[in-house]
């Protein structure tokens, strides 16, 4: 099982980035997939993760209507798109799988897979 996350850079506020988390060693078509953050300083947070058994996705209060999760099966890819960004949403963010159960999908001990993390940086 890997994770392999990207696009992340530099956003001015009120940008946008689309992070991608490909996956690799296995179909995502079965799996829950999250995407976390972790700002210097501060604890990793759940930002969002998608059901692909039903499809079902859940975000943090902090993104709800501007970042959606997507899967496109095809590529074995979970996409984030993150649409008016904050400074305060700079971190690195990072996907994983391997949800345990049992807890909140957003919550980051519930999961065993994790990707590398990609660098989001929000400023003027």
């Known amino acids: 099982v890997q994770l392999q996350a990207s696009g992340g850079g530099l956003v001015q506020p009120g940008g946008s980035l689309r992070l991608s988390c490909a996956a690799s060693?296995?179909?995502?078509?079965?799996?829950?997939i999250a995407w976390f953050r972790q700002a210097p300083g501060s604890e990793r947070e759940g930002v969002s993760c998608?059901?692909?058994?039903?499809?079902?996705?859940y975000y943090a209060d902090s993104v709800k209507g501007r970042f959606t999760i997507s899967t496109d099966n095809a590529a074995n890819t979970v996409y984030l798109q993150m649409n008016s960004l904050k400074p305060e949403d700079t971190a690195v963010y990072y996907c994983?799988?391997?949800?345990?159960?049992?807890?909140?999908?957003?919550?980051?001990?519930?999961?065993?897979?994790w990707g590398q993390g990609t660098l989001v940086t929000v400023s003027s």
């Open positions: 998608i059901s692909n058994y039903d499809g079902s996705t």
């Open positions: 994983a799988t391997g949800y345990q159960g049992g807890g909140s999908y957003l919550d980051f001990s519930e999961y065993d897979y």
């Open positions: 060693g296995f179909t995502l078509d079965a799996y829950v």
